[in-house]
């Protein structure tokens, strides 16, 4: 039996990242204790989250971590508590009375995978046992009736407190409408802004989503109309920031990045994700081709010190998944699956961050659309 003593078990724990991916859980001091008697470890570790998934997927972190890189047949037990937590700030808006959590996935380029990531981030949530809605945003072509096998569905019609709402469709757990529904697919495209903006406003004021963990909200490519509506209408908890590693992907993604963080917006990027990472034979997994180019968006991550969320690679899977409207995510036992979950757990973790450490979100005024300077209103 190797010697177990507390540096080479120290050492280990610290390739275990904590806060996403820029710090480890020892510099960050959440490990508390370690004990060590004869092949038994027991460690005492916090967690910046209380999410059972979060928690269990650090246990799993450090009991792999230990057996892979110090003794394999370690006993090791894990306690983790879950760090001191201000109340959550509330981001509840009139708008969205139950939705406790709004994530929006954005990119700057079209194409790069957002609706792939919303839709399997959204599945993974609901997998975790989190209540969960999707609002497909894309006028340019929304995507979600397909990806999600429900082209043929329709929004319900539903009477609460003597007022009729629009009732979601539900798939794989999840609560969803899509600007799909009411254009169809291929006319949407052809709608005008104001168009946009109002079936936007619908599926966000006039529809009747009851009591919801997270909103995923899967928005066109850019930076347009429909980016500022949603900012104005509803107050978003985060946003995640798509995009594949090459450089013009990367460029529009800044621009993505720069627009959440504009003073007047202020919603906080919790991540990115760098999709179509790489390409890896079915024959030889083992291979990886950097198609577009290698971790730039882990670059991009490092240099605007924001956590990479996923590395998600090209596979055909992934776009089979989304053709045959069963998304990836719900794969048995596959790695890519295992990558969605990831994504999940990781996002979760960083929402439970900023609700640690940064006010609730506000909606944004913009008096005018063009030079004046927008202006915060306040929730409550
Ligand atoms: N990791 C991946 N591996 C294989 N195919 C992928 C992957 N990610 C996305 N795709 C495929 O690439 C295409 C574009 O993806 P998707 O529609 O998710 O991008 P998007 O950013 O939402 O596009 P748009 O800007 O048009 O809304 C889809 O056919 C999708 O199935
Ligand atoms: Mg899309």
């Given at each position: 039996?190797?010697?177990?003593?507390?540096?080479?078990?120290?050492?280990?724990?610290?390739?275990?990242?904590?806060?996403g991916m820029q710090?480890?859980?020892?510099?960050?001091?959440?490990?508390?204790?370690?004990?060590?008697?004869?092949?038994?470890?027991?460690?005492?570790?916090?967690?910046?989250?209380?999410?059972?998934?979060?928690?269990?997927?650090?246990?799993?972190?450090?009991?792999?971590?230990?057996?892979?890189?110090?003794?394999?047949?370690?006993?090791?037990?894990?306690?983790?508590?879950?760090?001191?937590?201000?109340?959550?700030?509330?981001?509840?808006?009139?708008?969205?009375?139950?939705?406790?959590?709004l994530i929006a996935v954005a990119s700057g380029k079209g194409g790069v995978g957002k609706s792939t990531v919303a839709?399997n981030l959204?599945?993974?949530?609901?997998?975790?046992?989190?209540?969960?809605?999707?609002?497909?945003a894309d006028?340019?072509?929304?995507?979600?009736?397909?990806?999600?096998?429900?082209?043929?569905?329709?929004?319900?019609?539903?009477?609460?407190?003597?007022?009729?709402?629009?009732?979601?469709?539900?798939?794989?757990?999840?609560?969803?409408?899509?600007?799909?529904?009411?254009?169809?697919?291929?006319?949407?495209?052809?709608?005008?802004?104001?168009?946009?903006?109002?079936?936007?406003?619908?599926?966000?004021?006039?529809?009747?989503?009851?009591?919801?963990?997270?909103?995923i909200i899967d928005l066109p490519p850019g930076t347009g109309?429909v980016h500022?509506?949603l900012v104005?209408?509803?107050?978003l908890s985060g946003a995640v920031i798509v995009s594949t590693p090459q450089p013009v992907a990367l460029a529009d993604a800044r621009k993505g990045i720069a627009m959440f963080q504009m003073?007047?917006i202020n919603v906080p990027v919790l991540g990115l994700v760098e999709n179509m990472a790489?390409?890896?034979?079915?024959?030889?997994?083992?291979?990886?081709?950097?198609?577009f180019?290698?971790?730039g968006v882990r670059h991009l991550s490092e240099q605007m010190n924001l956590p990479l969320l996923a590395e998600i690679?090209?596979?055909?899977?992934?776009?089979?998944?989304?053709?045959?409207?069963?998304?990836?995510?719900?794969?048995?036992?596959?790695?890519?699956?295992?990558?969605?979950?990831?994504l999940?757990?990781n996002t979760?973790?960083q929402l439970?961050?900023r609700?640690?450490?940064?006010?609730?979100?506000?909606?944004?005024?913009?008096?005018?659309?063009?030079?004046?300077?927008?202006?915060?209103?306040?929730?409550?």
């Open positions: 039996m190797p010697s177990l003593d507390r540096n080479t078990i120290t050492q280990a724990l610290s390739s275990i990242s904590a806060h710090q480890d859980i020892v510099s960050a001091g959440h490990v508390r204790n370690v004990q060590i008697f004869g092949d038994e470890v027991e460690i005492d570790v916090v967690c910046p989250s209380a999410a059972l998934a979060v928690k269990k997927k650090l246990e799993v972190d450090i009991l792999e971590a230990i057996q892979q890189k110090v003794y394999e047949k370690a006993k090791v037990k894990v306690r983790v508590s879950v760090l001191e937590q201000p109340a959550a700030p509330s981001i509840r808006g009139p708008q969205l009375p139950g939705v406790k959590h839709a959204a599945v993974a949530l609901s997998k975790m046992g989190f209540a969960t809605g999707l609002i497909d006028i340019h072509g929304p995507s979600m009736p397909l990806m999600f096998d429900a082209l043929n569905e329709r929004p319900g019609s539903i009477e609460v407190d003597g007022k009729r709402w629009m009732d979601p469709v539900e798939v794989y757990g999840v609560k969803m409408l899509s600007i799909g529904f009411f254009a169809g697919t291929d006319q949407a495209v052809v709608w005008r802004g104001p168009m946009a903006t109002k079936a936007l406003q619908q599926m966000i004021g006039e529809t009747y989503w009851g009591e919801l963990d997270f909103m109309d500022l509506s104005q209408a509803v107050p003073d007047a790489w390409f890896s034979p079915p024959d030889q997994p083992e291979v990886r081709f950097p198609v180019g290698q971790g690679p090209l596979v055909q899977s992934i776009r089979e998944a989304g053709d045959v409207g069963r998304p990836a995510v719900l794969q048995e036992n596959t790695e890519v699956s295992r990558i969605f979950q990831t999940a757990v979760v973790e439970s961050i609700n640690q450490t940064l006010p609730p979100t506000e909606v944004v005024r913009i008096t005018t659309m063009a030079g004046c300077a927008p202006r915060k209103q306040p929730q409550h």
